[in-house]
């Protein structure tokens, strides 16, 4: 599985929409699944995911980059 973080917690999970074993949160929301593809291993380097989680961690704002999210599917447009 792909080694991904949690957009709620920042804890290090394997696979974008499992439940987080720390919080439980489970991706189901379009939104949701899209940051979630977007915080994974193949987007990001080890090193940025352990960024990114310290970030998620310490309740700070985290930058998705805009391209990275498919906003058409999202919305419903296809």
């Keep these: 599985m792909t080694k991904a973080i949690c957009m ?8 974008c929409f499992v439940k987080c ?7 189901t929301k ?3 699944l899209e940051i979630s593809i977007s915080l994974r291993e193949g987007a990001y380097s080890d090193v940025e995911l352990t960024l990114l989680s310290k970030d998620i961690k310490n309740k700070h704002l985290v930058d998705i980059p805009l391209e990275q999210i498919n ?4 919305y419903g447009f296809r």
């Design 71 to 74: 906003w058409y599917e999202i």
């Design 8 to 15: 709620r917690c920042g804890f290090e999970k394997f696979g």
């Design 30 to 32: 379009n939104i949701e």
């Design 21 to 27: 074993p720390n919080c439980k949160f489970t991706p």
